[in-house]
């Protein structure tokens, strides 16, 4: 069955940098697009960054763009979020989101990772 | 403030039928497909309609999604305390050239 299990969340202080990852099994990782999308505590669902199949595209939304990276290692089966220049409003729990699309990105979420919560505070 | 507005609560009793609304506008609603969520509580989400009107497999036939102008909306029949949780749309927009969620409408079933 499809797993994905994000790790490396934590408390950090406003400008700081954090990494997450989430480890994927279940599916041919290297065929499928990835989401991180995360949810403030209490709030809604908000898009944060997609890489495609082969980590050649990478979209990100304005409020991340410059100071968070996405990345792939389609040899571990793992996908990564490099996130600088930290802020307050940037807590959230963090999710990785398969994308249902092969090969081809859909923006659309078929599986979900259970979340890693990411705390930006002094 | 969410591009795509949901009313923040619904309810109903068991058994009944429970309608969510989602209305955006031409960039996005109007001009592609919707998706729902279902998020229960202390979970992450779930995709429970995709294409505005179709059902991933194994979810049930009482929940079903449709589309209308710049509007769509998730019906829920046979209601059942399970259903409590969280529901969002989304969809595609356009102008922000992004995936796009709703604020959420939280579910009591009395």
């Known amino acids: 069955q499809v797993q994905l299990v994000e790790s490396g969340g934590g408390v950090v202080q406003p400008g700081g940098s954090l990494r997450l990852s989430c480890a994927a099994s279940?599916?041919?990782?290297?065929?499928?697009?990835i989401h991180w999308v995360r949810q403030a505590p209490g709030k809604g669902l908000e898009w944060v960054a997609v890489?495609?199949?082969?980590?050649?595209?990478?979209y990100y939304a304005d409020s991340v763009k410059g100071r968070f990276t996405i990345s792939r290692d389609n040899s571990k089966n793992t996908l990564y979020l490099q996130m600088n220049s930290l802020r307050a409003e940037d807590t959230a729990v963090y999710y990785c989101?398969?994308?249902?699309?092969?090969?081809?990105?859909?923006?659309?979420?078929?599986?979900w990772g259970q979340g890693t919560l990411v705390t930006v505070s002094s | 403030q969410s591009v795509l507005t949901q009313p923040p609560s619904a309810s109903g009793t068991p058994g009944q039928r429970v309608t969510i609304s989602c209305s955006g506008s031409?960039?996005?609603?109007?001009?592609?497909?919707v998706y729902w969520y279902q998020q229960l509580p202390g979970t992450a989400p779930k995709l429970l309609v995709y294409?505005?009107?179709e059902r991933p497999s194994g979810v049930p036939d009482r929940f079903s999604g449709s589309k209308s102008g710049t509007s769509a909306s998730l019906a829920i029949s046979g209601l059942r305390s399970e259903d409590e949780a969280n529901y969002y749309c989304?969809?595609?927009?356009?102008?922000?050239?992004?995936?796009?969620f709703g604020g959420g409408t939280t579910l009591t079933v009395l």
């Open positions: 989101a398969k994308d249902a699309g092969v090969a081809h990105i859909y923006y659309y979420f078929d599986y």
């Open positions: 279940g599916f041919t990782f290297s065929r499928y697009g």
């Open positions: 890489i495609s199949y082969d980590g050649s595209t990478k």
């Open positions: 031409s960039s996005n609603i109007g001009s592609n497909y």
């Open positions: 294409r505005s009107n």
């Open positions: 989304a969809a595609w927009d356009d102008s922000l050239s992004g995936p796009i």
